[in-house]
């Protein structure tokens, strides 16, 4: 199995009422719970935005330097996202399409990166 990110950008959201958000919400609410039942939702959260940025934070001298709120140029801020667990590409795009139907906007499919990772009980 291999671990996928479907998320949507803020700026991709069309204007909407309180109304039709609430309707959307509960659609993809929907299918969060399909994926639940169907055992490959890991996780999800949403309503992200420049608003919910605590901070910035960049190297500088091998420290961190933190500056409040977002990274100034950015323009794009992810909206929201979910982390599911699937067997195969056909099925991480089948929960993606059913999302993007759902909330009626884009989403975007990424696949995490398999890196071999220390086994954190075996020491060296």
């Not at 959201?13 to 719970?33: F, M, N």
């Not at 975007?108 to 060296?124: G, I, K, M, Y």
Request: charged share 25%; aromatic share 10%.
């Amino acid at each position: 199995m291999a671990q996928y990110l479907i998320s949507f950008n803020d700026e991709w959201v069309p204007e909407h009422t309180e109304e039709e958000l609430g309707a959307k919400s509960v659609a993809g609410r929907a299918v969060i719970a399909e994926m639940e039942d169907a055992g490959v939702f890991i996780f999800s959260n949403g309503a992200l935005d420049a608003s919910t940025a605590i901070c910035s934070v960049e190297a500088k001298d091998g420290e961190p330097i933190f500056s409040d709120g977002p990274y100034a140029e950015t323009k794009e801020h992810l909206g929201g996202f979910a982390v599911i667990d699937a067997p195969d590409d056909a099925t991480a795009r089948y929960w993606a399409g059913r999302l993007a139907v759902a909330l009626n906007w884009p989403q975007e499919l990424h696949r995490f990166p398999d890196f071999e990772r220390p086994n954190p009980t075996e020491t060296a």
